[in-house]
């Protein structure tokens, strides 16, 4: 048990080091840039606060003419108390509202996405594996991977011109009806989960072949091993010990890989909420990059990093109760 | 093997030909193209216009000529790409090359470095950093390296540990030899054809990523490059009023040089495990698997 822990520990310290350098990353970025970065930082709000709070967010970001470790312990010390500063395309609001409200969004379509791409990439993967030389390995695979080469947010594209523009199937913008209220009514639910479909069916579309791939590929190793000789021998029916006997053991991989394939889901899904204008973090990244809202968008790339590492220590975590053999 | 002998193989190999025939007219296109067509930014005819005998691929919302864009847009975004994987592949065996050979604390501490750039999202961190430099190739060159050396590096640095490790290697240890000398004469030739796999894959992943961050208007827009042309095609609505033809030809350009970089991949890995040419890819990959190892596989980077 105390394995265990220590276990945990040493990959909760890892986690703490990465974050700690994504911290410093984006405290370290505006300093290491070309020109005065309280010049750039503040231009936009030249004319809309008065000099008082300006001196106030300066302080939130260490951008002060204090030494460089004073401005590094300010800047801790603001973020410690979840002060991120004030956005500046939706001022007076501070950035860690305007994020709140985004974070949502991000991990409803990413997550969304994410649990049916992986589903449905392992069953099919595991079927693939089953038949394997069968109509659904032999087209499927390269189909995807034919799929993959283009570039993902072109396909995004695409397929928004297909069936929300030319069909109409789908709705070109946005996250949920207007002149719904978001809440616990049934006209939102259902307007969410309409405007999320194009976007998330995409996501899909471009990560199952990952999902599917991986698992066939372990799958066809564990159907090779002497325990499924021996339950087929047992006379176990098929589907019992494709399910319980080879799925449930290839799962471990795919699991692992989950943790990764969410940071890459909700750093890559900013393509997606570009083009689809789904209000998320990806979204909010891009308006604060053409409004040049840089207290915002250094805000963005700490949480989006923040979810990220925190999604990877839990699937660790997972993995744990998952597989006795990491546990050693 | 030298790049010489390499290069013969992949001449001979099927795959590895068909992928430097389609690889090499891109980068025909991209050094005498711009020569060949009209002059990319000028307002030859009536903005979203279909494609037709005067302007064959249409034009553009600005009313310029689509396919002088396409064939215009390949210079740049060719030599930012390759350029890119030149760079992520030598910062790669750089980094990743010590930390095999040397192994110990510096390894531990290497590979720590390797692990935290490999956790954290790559994507987030380049719109930030590109949006601090000024617009350009040269900044976009930048980025991707910052962001895309780490898994190179922990392909070659396992490359190099089980080098370090083998016979050949103890022996010229043994007999004397310089560190120099076993790092360049035993073991780089050894890694030949991994580190030039690592360099077309990083050179798929740099035009995809340089590409993306175009788009969303982090490069210099007044260039002409395939990722503006897709940033000008969205800005000018070209999704909302129909005009299909403005951003087509760039997705399939995009497509088609992957896959003929991914072709000569497939050779490369022929060349260098000489079974695998005589099985088919998918049968290559189960054997993969019958000789796992148990090590975790990991999603091989993210795919825009």
Known sequence: MSRLVEYLLRRLGFYALAAWVAITLNFLIPRLMPGDPAQIMFARFKGEMNPVAIAALRETFGLTDAPMWMQYLSYLEHLFRGDMGISVSYFPEPVVNVIATGLSWSIFLAGTALIISFLLGTALGALAAWRRGGLLDSVAPPLLSLLGAFPYFWMAMLALFLFGFGLGWFPLWHAYPEGTSPGLNLPFLAGALYHAALPAATIVIASLGGWMLAMRNTMVGVLGSDYITYARARGLSPRRVLIRYAARNALLPNITGFGMAFGFVLGGALLTEIIFSYPGQGYLLIQAVRAQDYPLMQGLFLTITLAVLGANWLVDIVTLMLDPRTRR | ?304
């Not at chain 2, 000529?65 to 390759?82: I, S």
């Open chain 2, 1 to 304: 093997m030298n790049f010489g002998t390499l290069f013969k193989q992949l001449i001979s190999n099927r795959k590895a030909r068909a992928g430097l025939v389609i690889v090499g007219l891109f980068v025909l296109v991209s050094l005498i193209g711009p020569w060949a067509v009209q002059d990319p930014t000028a307002f030859t005819a009536m903005p979203h216009q279909l494609p037709s005998t005067e302007h064959w691929l249409g034009t553009t919302g600005q009313g310029q000529d689509v396919l002088a864009q396409t064939v215009a847009g390949t210079r740049v975004t060719l030599a930012v790409g390759f350029a890119t994987g030149f760079l992520v592949v030598l910062f790669g065996a750089l980094v990743g090359g010590t930390a095999g050979y040397l192994g110990g604390r510096t390894d531990d501490l290497l590979s720590l470095l390797i692990n935290v750039f490999l956790v954290m999202p790559g994507l987030p961190l380049m719109v930030v950093i590109a949006a601090w430099l000024p617009p350009g190739p040269l900044t976009l060159l930048a980025v991707l390296v910052l962001t895309g050396w780490a898994w190179n590096a922990r392909v070659l640095r396992a490359q190099t540990l089980a080098l370090a490790k083998s016979d050949f290697v103890h022996a010229a240890k043994v007999s004397g030899e310089s560190s120099l000398r076993i790092v360049t004469v035993e073991i780089l030739p050894n890694m030949l054809s991994l580190m030039t796999s690592s360099f077309i894959g990083a050179t798929i992943y740099a035009i995809g990523a340089q590409v993306g961050l175009e788009f969303l208007g982090l490069g210099d827009i007044s260039k002409v490059t395939w990722g503006t042309n897709l940033y000008w095609a969205s800005n000018d609505s070209a999704l909302l009023l129909g005009s299909w033809w403005i951003f087509v030809p760039t997705g399939f350009c995009i497509a088609l040089l992957g896959f003929g970089l991914t072709l000569i991949n497939f050779g490369v890995d022929e060349i260098a495990n000489p079974r695998l040419a005589t099985e088919s890819r998918w049968a290559r990959q189960l054997r993969a698997d019958a000789t796992d190892d148990g090590s975790t596989p990991v999603v091989a980077g993210w795919v825009p």
